[in-house]
């Protein structure tokens, strides 16, 4: 069992920046990609972010230039830099792994507000 344990979120000024963090543990044999998701109350959630073990990313059009995803892969940990946030990117954001079977972590709430 994979167990995702995410960090980072808050609340934080229109223009300011966070850093989310997931470390992912447990029966990991072998990472394909690692991520986040977001879900702003009322909506489906959507795609951010993600990035394959070998440091392939896809960006959502929202995050482009604004957002930066990376990987550790000896910690199996990923990391969301997100700058230049704006009160629409308020939402719970989730890591997910893909081994390729998908693992979700309980969500990060993240806030933009003055």
């Known amino acids: 069992q994979v167990q995702l344990k995410e960090s980072g979120g808050g609340l934080v000024q229109p223009g300011g920046s966070l850093r989310l963090s997931c470390a992912a543990s447990?029966?990991?044999?072998?990472?394909?990609?690692m991520g986040w998701y977001r879900q702003a109350p009322e909506k489906q959630r959507e795609r951010v972010a993600s990035?394959?073990?070998?440091?392939?990313?896809m960006y959502a059009d929202s995050a482009k230039g604004r957002f930066t995803i990376s990987i550790d892969n000896a910690k199996n940990t990923v990391y969301l830099q997100m700058n230049s946030l704006k009160p629409e990117d308020t939402a719970v954001y989730y890591c997910?792994?893909?081994?390729?079977?998908?693992?979700w972590g309980q969500g990060t709430q993240v806030t933009v507000s003055s």
């Open positions: 997910y792994l893909s081994t390729p079977i998908i693992s």
């Open positions: 447990g029966s990991i044999v072998n990472i394909y990609s």
């Open positions: 990035i394959s073990r070998s440091g392939n990313t």
